[in-house]
């Protein structure tokens, strides 16, 4: 079963490779706050969400953004931009990290989270002019079929168009192989027999994940 967590405390060897601090801009170069932290999958350390700290011009404080809709900023190094606005933010359901704590809470949420991107008739990515909007003649047919067809296409175009640096990636890196290192205490996961699959730097005395102290 696939479960989600934080790295919360735990903290890189290398502060370097830490996307955590990176600032996030929206559209017009809006500064819309600071990578607070990520929502990752504990059985592949995939980095499903960043948490945004938006210092508090937002009322709930916090809101996540998928990896496939950052990329990397060209005016400020090692940071990141999103097509995003703060009135389109303000149109997410309020993240509450305690729903990662129930599967069928995250679901729910993401869910909703989910239909605030999809809400609009056209969707492209702010870079591109790829419409993933399906045409008259698709909507002819199976209605459920085609929705999922139009979320596969998007999630399609999302990866293709992505660009993040090598910051972010050395830290996907990281996860992804620290991952049992992180998820460490999680009775979901020790419970689940895919938590033993999965690598393990062998450089990890090296460069390791440690709890903060």
Known sequence: MTHYGRLADYQFGDKADDIRGATVYGNGDEKLGKIDDVIFDHSTGEISYVIVDTGGWLSSKKFVVPPQRLSSSTSHDGDFTADLTKDQIQQFPEYDEKDLDSSDKWSNYENRYRAKWEEHPVMHRAETDRNITPTTLQYEGNQSSLEAEARASQARADAEDVRLNDRWSRFQAHV??????????????????????????????????????
Do not use: I
Request: aromatic share 2%; net charge positive.
């Open 176 to 213: 992804r192989d620290r991952r049992r290192t992180v998820t460490t205490g999680c009775h979901t996961c020790t419970e689940d027999p895919s938590f033993t699959k999965g690598s393990e730097s062998a450089q990890q005395s090296e460069d390791p994940l440690r709890k903060a102290g």
